[in-house]
C-alpha cells in the first residue's frame, strides 16, 4: 500500500472513530419541564416527579394561569428560558397545545404528549377536540356576571371522578375535583402560530380509557405528527394512576 493510501485510509479510520465517540458522548437531556392540563394543577404530577428525580433529573413544573393560551405559553416560555441545558417538554391535555408552540423553543430537544392535544399550526384547539365525537357531555361553562365575555370551561364535582378519573382512588379524585383549575374559553379558540412537532422528535401516551380526550382523536393526532406512541390503559388523569408509565415515556424521550 503507497504512503499516500495508508494516509487516507488512517485519516478515515479517525474520522469515524471521532464521529462514534461523538455521538456516544452527547449529552442526554436531564432537564423536564412539565405542563399540566385543564382542570387541574402541577400538583397532581408529585408521583412523576419523585420518580423522575430519584432517576437523576431535575423537573420542573409549569403552573399556568389557564387565562389564555399565549399567557399559558408565555408562562411555559419563562420556565424553559431557567433550564441549562436540553429539555424534555411535557405537556398533558390542553397542555399539549401550550407545548407545541412553546416547544419551538431551541432548546427543547423532545416533546412528550399525555393524552394531549396535538394542534398544528393554524389550528385551535376547540376546533380540534371537535374533529371527533365528544367522550362525555360533563363539560360546563362558567359566566362571570361582572365579565360576561369571560366564559370557562368546568366539570361539575359529582361528575368529576367518573369522567376525568375513573382510575384515581374516590378520596383523591374528590380533592382534584373540590380544587378543579378552570380553563377560559378562549384558550381554546386561540389557532397556533407554531407546530413545534413538525421539527422536534414527539413521543405520546395514548389513554385508552380516556373520557375527556377520546383515543380516537389521540390516535389520529399522533399518526398525523409521527408520535412514537405508548397506549395505557388508564384514564385522562393517567398522570395520577399511572405515574410509572408516564416516567418511563419521559425517560425514553430523554435518550
Known amino acids: ?92 391535555s390542553y397542555g399539549g397545545s401550550v407545548i407545541t408552540e412553546a416547544g419551538a423553543d431551541p432548546k427543547v430537544s423532545a416533546l412528550v404528549y399525555v393524552a394531549a392535544l396535538q394542534p398544528d399550526k393554524g389550528e385551535a384547539s376547540g376546533a380540534l377536540m371537535s374533529k371527533f365525537a365528544a367522550p362525555n357531555d360533563a363539560m360546563r361553562v362558567s359566566v362571570n356576571k361582572a365579565t360576561p365575555d369571560n366564559k370557562y370551561f368546568f366539570i361539575p364535582a359529582a361528575k368529576f371522578r367518573e369522567t376525568y378519573a375513573q382510575d384515581v382512588p374516590a378520596e383523591q379524585a374528590q380533592f382534584m375535583a373540590d380544587s378543579e383549575q378552570q380553563l377560559a374559553q378562549k384558550a381554546m379558540g386561540a389557532p397556533l402560530s407554531v407546530a413545534a412537532w413538525h421539527n422536534k422528535p414527539s413521543y405520546a401516551i395514548l389513554t385508552t380509557e380516556d373520557h375527556v380526550i377520546s383515543p380516537e382523536l389521540q390516535r389520529w393526532m399522533y399518526k398525523r405528527s409521527g408520535a412514537k406512541v405508548t397506549e395505557v390503559p388508564a384514564s385522562h388523569a393517567v398522570f395520577v394512576s399511572q405515574p410509572a408509565a408516564i416516567a418511563r415515556v419521559i425517560e425514553d424521550a430523554a435518550k
Not at 29 to 46: P, Q
Not at 85 to 92: A, Q, R, T
Open 1 to 92: 500500500m503507497s504512503l499516500l493510501r495508508k494516509t487516507s485510509a488512517l485519516a478515515l479510520v479517525l474520522a469515524m472513530t471521532g464521529a462514534v465517540a461523538h455521538a456516544e458522548t452527547k449529552p442526554a437531556a436531564k432537564d423536564v419541564v412539565i405542563v399540566h392540563g385543564a382542570l387541574a394543577d402541577g400538583s397532581g404530577w408529585r408521583a412523576v416527579y419523585d420518580i423522575l428525580t430519584k432517576d437523576g433529573f431535575h423537573v420542573t413544573i409549569v403552573q399556568e394561569p389557564l387565562t389564555s393560551l399565549a399567557e399559558d405559553v408565555d408562562a411555559t416560555k419563562r420556565v424553559i428560558d431557567q433550564q441549562t441545558g436540553p429539555v424534555v417538554l411535557v405537556g398533558h
